[in-house]
């Protein structure tokens, strides 16, 4: 059984930073690859950043430069970096991988 738990949401100004944590169990992230997802408010929810079983990444532009995907090297968690925050940020995150969903951690960005 697969389950995946995000954590590290919370509250923060516009400029400030945020870490995101995957932690999976069921599955090992690093080799499977993994990601991140956010859905705002009356909006579809968006794929934002990637991370491959070989380590490659890909973000949306609008997060590039901004936030970073990575995988824990010893511990089975992911993790999304995100700085520069902006309150067009403010969404519920979500890490997936394969057909697994994690239930989401909210993310607000104040002005």
């Known amino acids: 059984q697969v389950q995946l738990v995000e954590s590290g949401g919370g509250l923060v100004q516009a400029g400030g930073s945020l870490r995101l944590s995957c932690a999976a169990s069921g599955i090992i992230l690093r080799v499977s690859g993994f990601n991140w997802y956010r859905q705002a408010p009356g909006k579809q929810r968006e794929l934002i950043a990637t991370?491959?079983?070989?380590?490659?990444?890909y973000s949306v532009a609008s997060v590039l430069g901004r936030f970073t995907i990575s995988t824990d090297k010893v511990k089975n968690l992911g993790y999304l970096q995100m700085n520069n925050l902006r309150p067009a940020d403010t969404a519920v995150y979500y890490c997936?991988?394969?057909?697994?969903w994690g239930q989401g951690t909210q993310v607000t960005v104040s002005s």
């Open positions: 991370i491959t079983g070989g380590g490659d990444t």
């Open positions: 997936k991988t394969r057909s697994f």
